[in-house]
């Protein structure tokens, strides 16, 4: 087995509750799970990678998608660790003020995004050679990602995230809810 799924230290959450959390770690694991299977079946196809190249090339591309959901769910629960935490002074909190002005512009621009029609994340990186924060739409779990830039916030904004608490017309109620939880301390470690 190539991957296992990482274990979270998750205390209870306002807004989001247990089940949800539960729920969404187990799509978690199918994520994992689906990554592993694919480089099995692509592992053993290789051998005749003539006779099965079709299968090869949509197990590929399969594949970015089971794994920009893992990874991309690692980053989401990540973040919650260890309860709600401010920003502290440093890098992260610099840049923010930089690039937004301030964190509450920062979370308003971020909240707008999150609201984005259909299914998929809203995700802060860091792009280290413009030396910036960029805050994006990701569709789905992987088009969209940004080349070359590391993930800083991830808020995955697919209807299991938050349908076991709030309706899709109250996904904002799930926003807030989000932005309220984050230890702010574990996201601020990623540019460091």
Same mark, same amino acid.
């Given at each position: $087995? *190539? ?9 209870? /959450?306002?807004?989001?509750? +247990?089940?949800? !959390? ?12 689906? =990554? #592993? ?10 051998? %005749?990678? %003539?006779? #099965? ?5 949509? $197990? ?9 959901? $893992?990874? #991309? ?7 919650? %660790?260890?309860?709600? +935490?401010? /920003? ?7 840049? !923010? #003020? ?5 964190? %509450? ?9 999150? @609201? ?9 990186? &860091? ?5 910036? *924060? ?16 590391? /993930? =800083? *916030?991830? /808020? ?6 938050? @349908? ?6 109250? +996904? ?6 989000? *932005? ?6 574990? &996201?601020?470690?990623? &540019?460091?």
């Amino acid at each position: $087995m *190539l991957y296992t799924p990482k274990t979270f230290n998750i205390p209870e /959450l306002a807004g989001i509750s +247990k089940e949800s !959390i539960d729920l969404h770690l187990g799509l978690y694991a199918g994520y994992v799970k689906h =990554v #592993n299977l694919i480089h099995e079946r692509i592992a053993a196809y290789k051998y %005749e990678a %003539e006779a #099965n190249g079709y299968a090869i090339a949509e $197990m590929q591309r399969r594949l970015g998608f089971e794994f920009g959901g $893992m990874k #991309n769910h690692e980053a989401y629960f990540e973040q919650f %660790e260890g309860g709600s +935490k401010p /920003l502290p002074s440093g890098a992260l909190h610099e840049a !923010i #003020n930089k690039d937004f002005g301030s964190l %509450e512009a920062f979370t308003t621009h971020f909240r707008t995004i999150a @609201m984005t029609r259909g299914v998929g994340w809203a995700m802060l990186y &860091i792009d280290t050679d413009a030396k910036r *924060l960029v805050a994006t739409w990701v569709d789905e779990q992987h088009l969209g990602q940004l080349p070359g830039l590391d /993930l =800083v *916030l991830a /808020l995955d904004m697919w209807e299991h995230s938050y @349908m076991r608490d709030y309706l899709p017309a109250d +996904k904002g109620k799930y926003i807030d809810a989000f *932005l309220t939880n984050l230890n702010w301390e574990v &996201i601020a470690k990623r &540019i460091n």
